[in-house]
């Protein structure tokens, strides 16, 4: 079946304006994951949700940052006043269940900048 | 806290052997080891969860020491398609589903 579909694919933004960043899950899957990866670098962690509870907010940066699965399925992650530091890969990934132990499937990712 | 994976890079010779490893300073309760291709997404190799388990794929098994906090990857008889960025991702027993990844072990092999 279809894998995890990020839209957009690129995104360039003013810095100040506001983004929103869309994650479409692998049919089913209980968990979705929001990571941020730097060139070279392994996935950070940003916030994950079971169904359309969001379980752990502890990655986000700051408060300009928010996210939310409203039915449990598509979810948006919010960049508000977008600073250039936040330029980066964006990536979603979903599982069948939560709780360390289902494999993580990601999706290809939103690369955001900031200019 | 980050788990620290060694070496950094290696370069193979198609059909020999590598080992990829992933230490942790925090006590374990899974080890996810995902491979990426450049400007692809990462993509899952294998689970290994508390117990001390090794398991294997083909060619590609890994380890977990609970007692040592560390897990191995082994690559026997390497190919081509190996190449890329291992990343292994530890979860703690209460950060849930929560994944903190190393910052990777890059893998070239040549012909």
């Known amino acids: 079946g279809a894998g995890v579909s990020q839209s957009p694919r690129y995104k360039v933004t003013k810095r100040g304006q506001d983004v929103a960043l869309r994650c479409d899950p692998i049919s089913g899957h209980v968990s979705l994951y929001w990571y941020r990866q730097a060139l070279g670098q392994g996935p950070e962690f940003l916030t994950y949700f079971n169904y359309e509870a969001q379980q752990d907010k502890s990655g986000l940066p700051n408060d300009r940052f928010s996210a939310e699965r409203p039915e449990g399925s598509i979810s948006t992650l919010t960049i508000q006043r977008t600073e250039q530091r936040d330029s980066a890969m964006y990536r979603c990934?979903?599982?069948?269940?939560?709780?360390?132990?289902?494999?993580?499937?990601f999706g290809n990712g939103t690369r955001l900048t900031v200019t | 806290q980050q788990p620290v994976q060694s070496p950094q890079a290696v370069i193979l010779r198609e059909g020999e052997d590598a080992v990829i490893n992933c230490s942790s300073s925090?006590?374990?309760?899974?080890v996810h080891w995902y491979r990426q291709k450049h400007g692809e997404a990462p993509v899952f190799l294998m689970i290994l969860l508390k117990g001390g388990e090794q398991k294997g794929h083909e060619k590609i098994s890994a380890s977990f020491n609970e007692k040592k906090q560390q897990s191995s990857l082994y690559l026997t008889a390497s190919q081509l398609s190996y190449s890329g960025t291992y990343f292994c991702?530890?979860?703690?027993?209460?950060?849930?589903?929560?994944?903190?990844f190393g910052e990777g072990t890059q893998l070239t092999v040549n012909p």
């Open positions: 990934a979903s599982s069948l269940a939560g709780g360390g132990g289902s494999p993580l499937h």
């Open positions: 991702g530890l979860g703690g027993e209460t950060s849930g589903s929560r994944l903190t």
């Open positions: 925090k006590a374990l309760y899974s």
